[in-house]
C-alpha cells in the first residue's frame, strides 16, 4: 500500500486548506485511515480518522468543528478540509492506512502500518 499527501502549503490565519490523500496497491474502504501532524520539536498527533468508510469519524478536540474528514471511495482518496486555520496548526501532515485497528487504537501511530511523506502546512499569523 502507497500513499501520497498533497495539498500543503502557506496560508494566513484564518484561511483553508484542503489535503488529499491518495492511496495505490490495495488499500481498500474497509481500511482504517487518518492524519496526524507533527510540529517541529513536537510528537505526532492524531487529527482525524476512521476505521473505514461508513464508520464513525474521530477528530481531536484541537481541530473539531474546523477540520473535515472525509473519503473518495471511488477515487480511492481521502481529505482533510481545514478551515478556519491557526498558526498551530502549522506542521508536516501525514495520512496512514492499516488493517483491523481496534476503537481504542484509532488515535494511535503506532496502530498505522502504512504512511505516506507527509506535506507541509504553514499557517502565518
Known amino acids: 500500500v502507497q500513499l501520497q499527501a498533497s495539498g500543503g502549503g502557506l496560508v494566513q490565519a484564518g484561511g483553508s486548506l484542503r489535503l488529499s490523500c491518495q492511496s495505490s496497491?490495495?488499500?481498500?474502504?474497509?481500511?482504517?485511515t487518518a492524519w496526524f501532524r507533527q510540529a517541529t520539536g513536537k510528537e505526532r498527533e492524531f487529527v482525524a480518522g476512521?476505521?473505514?468508510?461508513?464508520?464513525?469519524?474521530y477528530y481531536a478536540d484541537s481541530v473539531k468543528g474546523r477540520f473535515t474528514f472525509s473519503r473518495d471511495n471511488t477515487k480511492n482518496a481521502v481529505f482533510l478540509q481545514m478551515d478556519h486555520l491557526k498558526p498551530e496548526d502549522t506542521a508536516v501532515y501525514y495520512c496512514?492506512?492499516?488493517?483491523?485497528?481496534?476503537?481504542?487504537?484509532?488515535?494511535?501511530?503506532?496502530?498505522?502500518?502504512?504512511w505516506g511523506k507527509g506535506t507541509l502546512v504553514t499557517v502565518s499569523s
Open positions: 496512514a492506512a492499516g488493517q483491523g485497528i481496534i476503537l481504542s487504537e484509532v488515535r494511535r501511530a503506532r496502530a498505522y502500518a502504512y
Open positions: 496497491g490495495g488499500a481498500s474502504s474497509r481500511y482504517a
Open positions: 476512521n476505521r473505514g468508510s461508513g464508520q464513525i469519524t
